[in-house]
């Protein structure tokens, strides 16, 4: 009789490990820190499956493709394989396929290349001739920024 019941708890398990929640999943292939943070993410809508938000009880099935915010990073990643617990990032490279359009993700890099803007300390205010320069800078690099979120 014990062994009956030892069984049933056994496949009752299998068919819990079977499951993987999305939330779980982002945080063990290392698309997050902590777990909490792909939650929250999952609650702010930043996760999406086929442009609907994700729950983060979310049930993951290999071949389905996730649209992932970041801060200003967006990624579209492929689940290949299902991953249950947190590994390496060499391992955790073989459970998903970053599927990222290469515009996407040169756009996002380009962010971080922009010009910098310094005065020297103690220079004072910028003249009005500076200002528009700066101003002009600024304009530049805000079309690249926001040609980079435009979905």
């Given amino acids: 009789m014990v062994s009956v019941y030892k069984n049933r708890f056994n496949l009752s398990e299998?068919?819990?490990?079977?499951?993987?929640?999305?939330?779980?999943y982002l945080w063990a292939i290392r698309v997050f820190k902590t777990r909490t943070l792909a939650t929250e993410a999952c609650k702010a809508g930043r996760v999406k499956l086929q442009g609907n938000n994700v729950k983060?009880?979310?049930?993951?099935?290999?071949?389905?493709?996730?649209?992932?915010?970041?801060?200003i990073e967006r990624r579209e990643i492929k689940v290949t394989d299902l991953l249950f617990n947190r590994v390496d990032a060499k391992k955790a490279v073989n459970f998903y396929?970053?599927?990222?359009?290469?515009?996407?993700?040169h756009a996002?890099?380009?962010?971080?290349?922009?010009?910098?803007?310094?005065?020297?300390?103690?220079?004072?205010?910028?003249?009005?001739?500076e200002r528009r320069d700066i101003d002009g800078l600024?304009?530049?690099?805000?079309?690249?920024?926001?040609?980079?979120?435009d979905d």
């Fill in 14 to 24: 299998m068919a819990e490990k079977e499951r993987l929640r999305i939330d779980k």
């Fill in 56 to 71: 983060a009880s979310h049930e993951v099935k290999p071949g389905e493709v996730y649209f992932v915010s970041k801060g």
């Fill in 97 to 105: 396929e970053d599927v990222t359009p290469v515009e996407k993700t």
């Fill in 108 to 129: 996002y890099r380009s962010v971080f290349h922009a010009p910098l803007l310094s005065r020297d300390r103690g220079a004072g205010r910028p003249t009005k001739k």
């Fill in 138 to 149: 600024m304009d530049e690099d805000s079309v690249t920024r926001d040609s980079f979120f």
